[in-house]
């Protein structure tokens, strides 16, 4: 299987993030990606080749021509307005508060256009974010050109980000730019399968109203973890999208017993469904270890992940998304990368 990656995706370095109301030490890191990459190659999975890049009309495809030039012009105005630290939001235009018209200052467009406050932005932060969906397009269209599968080795991860916001780390929401170019591209229905531990609610949002795209996600339950507000069995699309949203909400705890009941469940509907492609998004983070996670899968379970998804027998683009348990990432990723192969 060939890997796609990009040592600019590696400049996004965030020093601290804001969690449990503190400053913390950043868990979203450059080394992620390289022991993920060391494994990679050490396990000899396959080539790494450097993905191309696809310009702006992807991005634009799925974000909104106002976020992409907040992002793209961020920086210069950050700096502009004396500041030379990596930036966090502190306010948002909730429930009372207007959204529009937009604010002139720096401080209220982070608001804006952001979820948390636990997603720095620094000075190579877009650039990072862009190579990062420039390596999910590669890796979609060598699928497309006939790769039975490739793994998006994608960082910053995108499921969190929203047509008009970033926030979980996430900046550019790799599987949905993947998704719809697949769709531009001839592609009659794709399927996005999110594994990670947390909801991917930026991609749900995006494809909500949509048959087009069939959303599945299997995550913690949103009552008790991250983002709290999404994420629920009872979502299930609106509009022509109803019934193409599907949610497995799990309580803390869970281990691969468990969640490989709502996985079955969740291979029913991609049979049911029969999408031309099938994007994974990959979180590595319902391993036992994680730091910010409260699922109990080992490392072998990420083995049984793989074998189980290479039955569906479908053209796979797999796109990492979260994990920070970065001793073992590299294990548990290529862990499910052979897995599929293997069968």
């Known amino acids: 299987m060939k890997t796609i990656f990009s ?12 969690s449990d109301g503190q400053l913390k030490p950043a868990v979203e890191i450059p080394e992620r990606a390289e022991i ?7 396990r000899e999975l396959g080539e790494v080749v450097e993905p191309k890049d696809f310009g702006e009309r992807p991005l634009s495809r ?10 793209e012009s961020f920086w210069e105005r950050w700096t502009a307005a004396g500041r030379s630290s990596e930036a966090f939001p502190f306010v948002w235009p909730i429930r009372s508060l207007r959204e529009d018209p937009a604010p002139d ?16 932005i620094g000075p190579h932060t877009f650039e990072a974010a862009k190579a990062s969906a420039n ?8 699928v497309q050109q006939g790769e039975k599968a490739t793994f998006g ?8 980000a929203g047509r008009d916001f970033f926030g979980g780390y996430c900046f550019l929401n790799n599987a949905a730019i993947s998704a719809q170019w697949l769709r531009d591209h001839g592609a009659d229905r794709v399927a996005i399968l ?31 973890e991250y983002p709290y507000f999404l994420g629920h069995e009872d979502e299930t699309g609106e509009n022509a999208g109803k019934g193409f949203t599907r949610n497995w909400p799990m309580p803390l705890g869970t281990n691969w017993r468990a969640y490989e009941e709502a996985l079955d469940d969740a291979c029913r509907w991609l049979l049911v469904y029969k999408p031309d492609y099938l994007i994974v998004s990959l979180g590595l983070d319902c391993f036992e270890k994680d730091p910010i996670s409260g699922f109990k899968f080992e490392s072998d379970d990420f083995i049984k992940l793989g074998r189980r998804l290479a039955l569906l027998g479908l053209p796979t683009i797999f796109l990492m998304e979260g ?4 001793d073992a990432l590299g294990t548990n990723c290529v862990n499910v990368l052979e897995g599929f192969e293997r069968g």
């Open 105 to 120: 200052h720096i401080d209220g467009l982070l608001g804006r256009y952001s979820m948390d406050a636990g997603t720095p």
């Open 135 to 142: 390596t999910a397009l590669t890796a979609a269209e060598m």
């Open 36 to 42: 993920v990459l060391r494994t990679v190659q050490s």
């Open 194 to 224: 999110d594994v990670d531990y947390h909801h991917g609610n930026g991609t749900q949002s995006i494809f909500y109203d949509r048959s087009d795209v069939l959303f599945l996600s299997l995550h913690a339950d949103p009552k008790v």
């Open 153 to 160: 080795l994608c960082r910053p991860p995108g499921h969190h």
């Open 323 to 326: 994990g920070y348990a970065v």
């Open 62 to 71: 799925v974000h909104s021509p106002d976020y992409l030039a907040f992002m």
């Open 7 to 18: 040592q600019n995706q590696l400049k996004h370095a965030p020093e601290h993030e804001i």
